[in-house]
């Protein structure tokens, strides 16, 4: 039997004895396989230690398409990302903004927070991740996996034609602004092309070139001349409709912000949808 205070039976993991009046109970010692389960508490999780070591206690998950996994020295994940997610940082607290976690992420099974955003000179976003805190409440999850990269890759590709769309209507905006309204405003709605802009600037040029034929006809009709270019003074019926109708596409874009296209490409359009649809059903 040991002495009070020497701990003995517990370092040699022997039955201590307890003296009960005439009872005799025997207490075995703790074994390792009776030992607790350790988890950080609460005031633990707060800190970066307790966010690596659950970290570290398993191995890192798996990325996917062109990412990759980095751990940190102090034993924290990183998503090294080829290119952006939308994933948001935490918010640290101060005196006027309270404290906002960063994006909820699933990947393998787990809940991660995106602790910071970090981009790379080569183009690359640095994730750093940690364990979701159940202090606080998920509001939307962004999943992390082989189909949601796939979904996100196609979009990207899908973002890069329209932008390439884009800026080639931008270049050919005086031509693509003849195009009638409905044209132009599809392609406004599919790839963000510019609309009202493009009719504008097809419009503005032609209404000049009508306002110098209707004055070049002005200036002929009282016995003198213009030293114009011939493209610049066209006919008189052709300046006339230039004029007008470029008038009505200026008034229609600024005065209406609805782009509008030109008079004869417009019921050339409308045409064409009758002759293939003659019920008027729009298909």
Request: net charge positive; hydrophobic share 45%; charged share 20%.
């Amino acid at each position: 039997m040991c002495a009070r205070g020497t701990g003995v039976g517990f370092r040699f993991r022997l039955p201590r004895v307890l003296f009960f009046g005439p009872q005799v109970l025997l207490v075995p010692a703790p074994t390792p396989r009776h030992l607790p389960n350790l988890h950080p508490g609460p005031r633990a999780a707060k800190s970066g230690a307790a966010l690596s070591w659950s970290i570290a206690a398993s191995p890192p998950p798996r990325p996917f398409g062109a990412d990759r996994v980095e751990i940190e020295p102090d034993g924290g994940l990183v998503l090294v990302a080829a290119t952006s997610k939308s994933w948001t940082a935490r918010t640290a607290r101060t005196l006027t903004v309270a404290e906002h976690p960063g994006t909820a992420v699933e990947w393998g099974g787990r809940v991660y927070e995106v602790r910071d955003a970090i981009p790379t000179a080569e183009g690359s976003i640095r994730y750093r991740l940690s364990p979701w805190d159940d202090r606080h409440a998920i509001r939307r999850m962004e999943r992390y996996d082989a189909v949601t990269e796939e979904i996100r890759e196609i979009e990207r590709r899908d973002l890069g034609r329209d932008h390439e769309k884009r800026r080639l209507t931008i270049l050919l905006a005086p031509l693509a602004g003849l195009l009638p309204r409905d044209v132009q405003k599809r392609m406004e709605r599919d790839f963000g092309a510019p609309a009202v802009a493009m009719t504008i600037s097809s419009a503005v040029p032609l209404f000049g070139i009508g306002f110098l034929g209707i004055v070049g006809i002005l200036v002929g009709m009282a016995g003198a001349t213009m030293p114009l270019p011939r493209w610049l003074a066209p006919p008189p019926a052709l300046a006339i409709y230039l004029f007008l109708v470029s008038a009505a596409r200026l008034m229609s874009a600024v005065a209406s912000g609805e782009p509008l296209g030109d008079l004869i490409v417009e019921l050339a359009y409308a045409l064409a949808r009758a002759v293939r649809n003659p019920s008027g059903s729009g298909r």
